[in-house]
């Protein structure tokens, strides 16, 4: 058993009440190698902004949880070494799909887990939520919920439509289960494929999609049940038409992948969304990069020479995400 605390993380809790009152965003950018974690740290230390590194059980079997968990410790002391004083840097399980996934995670050193429990029958998310909620905070560990069932595929959970959170629910949910926060469903989707053309219109100068606004009508009903719960976004990529562009550019096919546009997820951010997931913005622009020096410089086969600079334009990305849509630069000084 090792405590967060031991490896200098810290848990969700103060970090969302500061969000909340504050009206901006934590980033919770998932990782699964090395490059994606220098870049969050980089862009994290160089802005002062708390951040969310997520392991998913995808990344957790890729890359090995002991590896992982070693090297979120390793990075605390990097954000540490770049001049980050107090670096506020939360180890989370994301997508949790069992009360032993969570229990390991927690016993292991994660400072948050999420239950995702959200395909399950109501009263069985309950029942499985409140465990994983039990055992966790003996050990100051804070817990995510899910309510709702996002469209796509939440690891081996897969669903073709979208079923938004129903905001009556939300309030027995939150009081019988102890969560600390709470995903909900209001359109957003994972991957980059987040509305087909149909339920999109297209710009007629560009020619791109303009994909249908989210369901605020149901984030205001939660809030209203719920004042100042913590409400977190899953899905919440943008799928940025550059790196999307430079993909196809360069050899990849990736046609009419659309995602949530900035200025929705801005005004998620400044309510009582205080946790954004993103994750296939970094995949977008890790492969973009990658693309590119292998179609522009065949000869390259130093791992360096390419996965620098998808390091670098990870970092430009996860920057930007902290400055113009979360707003939580300078909120971890
Ligand atoms: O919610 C899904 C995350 O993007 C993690 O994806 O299961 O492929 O690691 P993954
Ligand atoms: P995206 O696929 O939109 O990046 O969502 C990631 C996510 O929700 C991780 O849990
Ligand atoms: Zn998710």
Request: glycine share 6%; proline share 5%; net charge negative.
């Amino acid at each position: 058993m090792v405590s967060f605390k031991e490896l200098g993380l810290v848990n969700t809790r103060e970090m969302f009440a500061k969000a909340i009152k504050g009206g901006y965003a934590i980033p919770a950018f998932n990782f699964n190698n090395m490059e994606q974690l220098q870049a969050i740290i980089k862009a994290a230390a160089e802005t002062k902004s708390p951040v969310i590194l997520q392991v998913s059980k995808g990344a957790r079997n890729y890359a090995n949880q002991t590896l992982l968990r070693y090297m979120a410790q390793g990075a605390v002391e990097y954000a540490k070494e770049l001049g980050w004083e107090h670096p506020q840097i939360c180890l989370h399980l994301d997508h949790g799909d069992s009360f032993e996934l969570c229990k390991s995670c927690v016993d292991f050193g994660f400072s948050s887990v999420m239950i995702d429990a959200s395909s399950l029958p109501y009263e069985e998310n309950i029942a499985l939520t409140k465990k994983v909620v039990d055992y966790a905070h003996q050990f100051d560990v804070t817990v995510e919920a899910e309510l709702g069932v996002l469209a796509g595929v939440e690891d081996e959970v897969a669903s073709e439509v979208s079923h938004y959170t129903k905001p009556e629910e939300v309030v027995d949910f939150a009081t019988r289960t102890g969560c600390d926060s709470l995903a909900i469903s209001i359109g957003t989707s994972h991957g980059a494929y987040k509305f087909t053309p149909e339920q999109c219109t297209r710009d007629p100068k560009t020619g791109r999609l303009v994909p249908p606004p989210l369901a605020f009508d149901v984030l205001d009903a939660v809030m209203e049940k719920l004042p100042g719960f913590p409400i977190v976004l899953h899905g919440s990529s943008s799928v940025p038409q550059e790196y999307v562009d430079m993909i196809n550019k360069y050899g990849g096919k990736l046609p009419d992948a659309v995602g949530i546009p900035e200025e929705q997820l801005r005004k998620a951010a400044k309510s009582a969304v205080c946790k954004i997931n993103i994750d296939s913005d970094s995949r977008l622009a890790f492969t973009a990069a990658v693309r590119k020096v292998f179609a522009e410089k065949p000869a390259e086969f130093d791992p360096r020479k390419y996965c620098g600079p998808a390091r670098d334009l990870m970092t430009e990305l996860y920057k930007h995400k902290i400055i113009n849509v979360l707003g939580s630069d300078g909120k971890a000084e």
